[in-house]
Nanobody
Framework: QVQLVESGGGLVQSGGSLRLSCAAFGITFSTTSMGWYRQAPGKERDLVASITSGGRTSYADAVKGRFTISRDLGMNGVSLQMNSLKPEDTAVYYC????????????WGQGTQVTVSS
């Protein structure tokens, strides 16, 4: 059974930093792309950053140069380092794991709240 467990959200002032972590259980990393999405109140869930099994990363334009996604082999998961945070980064952040060969194997964490005060 696949399980994604997120941690690291919280309240931070504008310009501050947070690091989100996602521990993954029951997935095969060689066939899994992982990423972070976020959803603000009244808005759709959008991709923030992703990383392939080969380590290739991609970022939403709004976070380029501020956020860094990386694999965490120690906890079999993925992390998101968020620097220079802005109030518009406030959202619930979700970890995602997707099997690149099997569309039905698309999994989500429970979400972690990030709030940036101005």
């Amino acid at each position: 059974q696949v399980q994604l467990v997120e941690s690291g959200g919280g309240l931070v002032q504008s310009g501050g930093s947070l690091r989100l972590s996602c521990a993954a259980f029951g997935i095969t990393f060689s066939t899994t792309s992982m990423g972070w999405y976020r959803q603000a109140p009244g808005k759709e869930r959008d991709l923030v950053a992703s990383i392939t099994s080969g380590g290739r990363t991609s970022y939403a334009d709004a976070v380029k140069g501020r956020f860094t996604i990386s694999r965490d082999l120690g906890m079999n998961g993925v992390s998101l380092q968020m620097n220079s945070l802005k109030p518009e980064d406030t959202a619930v952040y979700y970890c995602n794991a997707r099997n690149v060969y099997v569309a039905q194997q698309n999994y989500w964490g429970q979400g972690t709240q990030v709030t940036v005060s101005s």
